[in-house]
């Protein structure tokens, strides 16, 4: 039997790009997800865009008997771990439930991969894990430091997983932290689209932009940066789904375990995304500067150059394609998954 790919959090937002891209470049998956923040008409989607060549277990990744049945069923010989929560003020405010679920579902993930004798595993880390960074591009040998419990859960994890190599050199593992994941697959079919007011900035932007919102609020304008806004490292997310695929070939090439940075290498401020945004989408975004949001640094951005040199890949959509991804993708459904 063909070997296929087991993706936890395939429903979701990064998961589902990262299925087409998979699907399109051969690879069978299998989807394990609790919907518990996606919608089943993902999968409607998905197979519009790519056929029946994926299998979907509606279940939660904490459910060991769940997994087994998959290993069980089907020649799995990698994982992906998208699944988990990644609100940071909801894990403030409910810290018990994302180390439950996200340190929870990792464990389990980690064990029924172990009893199947299948050790290559690819983790969804987090820039938040560099907390607020001493310097920017930020290098992987940058210090660790969580500043709050969602990026508590995804340190958590890191460690576990490098633990895990040290006691068995035969787990295969690839640590990617993602920078500032932005933008839709170009057919609008599928895109992010988070459930009540979106926390971050592009979502917040393209429903302004479709007259959901009334405003976007800028949040501080007096940073240590060119423009006073804050600065990140957006990401279409189909690079980044191509650097999932780059990661398992690495895995099954070299066999050597890897963290590495995906981003861009380049700082985006606010204003310019903003700015960039209204002349794709040929409408003004309407906004207002308010102070900064607790617990935000000023700039945030990756040195790309071990993605380059071990993987082989870098991003190649720049931020007017990410806007107008992401531009298609919203007002072509401007409800989500809904419309
Ligand atoms: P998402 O919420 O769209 O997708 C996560 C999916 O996992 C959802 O479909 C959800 O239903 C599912 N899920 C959650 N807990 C589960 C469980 N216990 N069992 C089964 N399914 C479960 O989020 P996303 O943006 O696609 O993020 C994917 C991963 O990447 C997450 O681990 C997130 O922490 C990480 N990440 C995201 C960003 C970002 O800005 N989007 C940045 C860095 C890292
Ligand atoms: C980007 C910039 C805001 C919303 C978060 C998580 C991080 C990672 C990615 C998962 C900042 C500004 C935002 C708004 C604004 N997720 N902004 N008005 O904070 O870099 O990272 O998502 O791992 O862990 O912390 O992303 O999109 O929220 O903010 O002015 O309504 O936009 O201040 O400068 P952030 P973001």
């Known amino acids: ?22 699907m399109e470049a051969g690879h069978r998956v299998v989807i394990i997800d609790n919907l518990c923040n996606s919608s089943p008409r993902v999968l409607d989607r998905l197979r519009r865009l790519c056929g029946n060549s994926f299998e979907f277990v509606q279940a939660d990744v904490r459910d060991g008997a769940a997994l087994d049945a998959i290993f069980t069923q089907h020649p799995v010989n990698s994982v992906i771990h998208f699944a988990g929560l990644k609100a940071v003020g909801e894990s403030m405010a409910q810290p018990l439930r994302y180390f439950d679920n996200n340190v929870g579902s990792t464990i389990s993930l ?8 299948v050790r290559r595993i690819v983790f969804s880390s987090s820039a938040t894990v560099y907390g ?32 895990l190599q040290c006691a068995d050199p035969r ?59 804050g600065v990140r490292d957006y990401i279409h997310v189909m690079d980044l789904a191509r650097g999932h695929l780059a990661a398992l070939d690495h895995l099954a090439n070299e066999q050597q375990s890897i963290t590495v940075n995906l981003g861009t ?40 150059s071990l993605a380059r040199t071990i993987l082989g890949w870098q991003a190649e959509h720049d931020i007017a394609r990410m806007c107008e991804d992401a531009w298609r993708w919203q007002s072509i459904n401007p409800t989500g998954y809904a419309s």
């Open 132 to 163: 607020d960074p001493q310097q920017v591009p930020i290098p992987e040998t940058a210090p660790l430091k969580a500043t709050n419990p969602y990026g508590r859960t995804k340190l958590i994890c890191e460690d576990m997983l490098r633990d």
């Open 1 to 22: 039997m063909t070997p296929c790919i087991l993706i936890t959090g395939g429903a979701g937002y990064i998961g589902s790009h990262t299925a087409v891209t998979l």
């Open 265 to 304: 290498g380049y700082g985006v401020s606010v204003k310019q995304l903003v700015d960039t945004f209204s002349r794709v989408a040929g409408r003004p975004i309407a906004h207002r500067h308010v102070a900064r949001r607790s617990g935000d640094v000023a700039a945030c951005y990756a040195d790309t």
């Open 171 to 229: 787990w295969q593992v690839a640590i990617l932290r993602y920078f500032n994941p932005v933008g839709a697959h170009p057919s609008g079919l599928i895109g992010e689209a988070p459930s009540g007011v979106p926390n971050n900035l592009m979502p917040y932007i393209t429903q302004v932009a479709v007259g959901q919102r009334d405003y976007l609020s800028i949040f501080g304008n007096d940073y240590p940066t060119p423009d006073g806004t």
């Open 110 to 117: 980690l064990q029924a991969m172990d009893r199947a004798d």
